[in-house]
């Protein structure tokens, strides 16, 4: 008999099955405690303003406003029907101990709390840092990140507003140094018009980050300027003369000799050099090289300004002045040259042999490389006839000066005289 009931199969899985059914039934009607747990749930605040009321603010500490893990126990039947948003972690700020923590209160939905028998958290209690409130305003400062485009430059960095205010913990502001709106320029061509944040630094330029720390603003409207720029020279003039025995070389230099000029890119391409006035260069009775300072801004066109901000626009100019010095050159009659010799005339000179004896003053560098020899004069036969008030040309001896060709720096002190002899043409 025992044998046979060991080898009957059929029996061993009836017999299970009505033990599982047995299970189910039990369960079902004692409905046993059973367990769910929930993760990440944040702790809700409740009465706060019994701090700001006092003007106090508050920072959480170690991330203890939110609970990681809640265990719930209840009736299976019950804790199985649990959602996240049906568990609820409460912090009252009436609860406040000496330690700056509060208790945190777990429970779940009315139509859920009578039915649990117990809630555990993770954590329970938050835990405070209080201060004193504190507000400071602070002037608002544009930077540029990057770099526009090669060719131009940034102008002004206008922001809709210059200054902000920030409220935070007492210890927090007091490391606040300044508040910055950074704005992206790089490989900026034109204006720029947008919205920056509104970043708070200390004194060592790092960024100050807190939960304790309200701003009223985060972010403003920025208006980037950007210009082209331009170098172009420097021209002077020079105007009087100098003292006696002295003259100006032509050397004029100037440091810078060119400036660059940063505007609007239409205003910058009628731009090809800036005009200093000789008023600046009066070298009138000077007997040494005149040192003076010009400011350039005094003489930048409208609606342009000086790119380099390292530059404060004063240029140091040299006009260079020497001592002059006087020669006499010597040279044959046949240096000169005759011009527009009178119809029916010939024109000779009254004496062909005759050495013309000319006092020139200049520069030392000059003079010295003047040759006799290359000295090259004329006469123009109808200057004669106007000095000499001539109507009608008749042979004759006249008399006149020999001119020269010399570089303005040159001057001749004594003129050279020749007579030049008409005979009237033989037919």
Not at 67 to 77: N, W
Not at 85 to 112: M, Q, V, W
Not at 197 to 225: F, H, M, P
Not at 317 to 333: A, D, K, L, Q
Request: glycine letters at 6%; one cysteine or more.
């Amino acid at each position: 008999m025992k044998k046979k009931l060991l080898s009957n199969w059929p029996l061993k899985i009836a017999s299970l099955l009505f033990a599982f059914c047995l299970w189910l039934i039990v369960i079902n009607v004692e409905d046993p405690t059973n367990t769910q747990t929930f993760t990440n749930v944040s702790v809700k605040f409740e009465n706060t303003e019994i701090l700001t009321e006092q003007n106090l603010i508050y920072e959480v500490l170690e991330n203890t406003d939110l609970v990681k893990s809640i265990t719930v126990y209840g009736p299976r039947s019950v804790v199985a029907q649990l959602k996240d948003e049906d568990i609820i972690a409460k912090a009252d700020f009436n609860k406040l101990t000496d330690d700056n923590t509060i208790p945190i209160e777990f429970y779940t939905t009315s139509r859920y709390n009578a039915d649990i028998t117990r809630i555990r958290g993770s954590i329970n209690t938050v835990k405070l840092n209080i201060e004193n409130e504190k507000t400071i305003r602070l002037i608002l400062h544009v930077n540029a990140v990057g770099e526009v485009a090669e060719g131009y430059m940034l102008g002004n960095m206008i922001p809709d507003q210059n200054q902000i205010i920030v409220v935070g913990a007492e210890s927090v502001i007091n490391t606040i140094d300044k508040a910055v709106a950074e704005v992206d320029v790089t490989d900026a061509t034109a204006g720029i018009a947008t919205y920056a944040d509104v970043k708070l630094y200390d004194k060592e330029g790092n960024l100050v980050q807190s939960d304790a720390i309200k701003q009223r603003v985060t972010s403003v409207r920025v208006v980037v300027e950007v210009l082209a720029t331009k170098s172009v020279p420097l021209s002077y003039t020079v105007m009087g003369t100098p003292a006696n025995g002295y003259m100006a070389t032509g050397e004029v230099v100037s440091d810078p000799a060119a400036v660059l000029l940063a505007g609007a890119s239409s205003v910058l391409n009628n731009i090809s050099r800036i005009e200093i006035p000789a008023e600046e260069l009066n070298i009138t009775g000077q007997s040494e090289n005149m040192i003076t300072i010009v400011n350039i801004k005094d003489y930048l066109p409208g609606n342009v300004s000086l790119a380099d901000s390292g530059f404060n626009g004063r240029a140091a100019v040299t006009v260079y002045i020497e001592p002059t010095i006087t020669r006499t050159f010597r040279i044959n009659s046949n240096q000169v040259k005759v011009s527009n010799v009178p119809d029916g005339f010939t024109a000779a000179f009254e004496n062909d042999k005759e050495l013309l004896e000319i006092v020139l003053t200049g520069l030392t560098t000059t003079i010295n490389q003047i040759n006799a020899d290359d000295i090259i004069g004329y006469v123009d036969m109808r200057d004669v006839k106007e000095e000499g008030n001539i109507t009608r040309w008749r042979k004759g001896t006249y008399e006149t000066t020999v001119q020269f060709t010399f570089p303005e720096d040159i001057k001749t002190e004594q003129p050279a005289k020749v007579g030049i002899v008409l005979e009237e043409v033989e037919e």
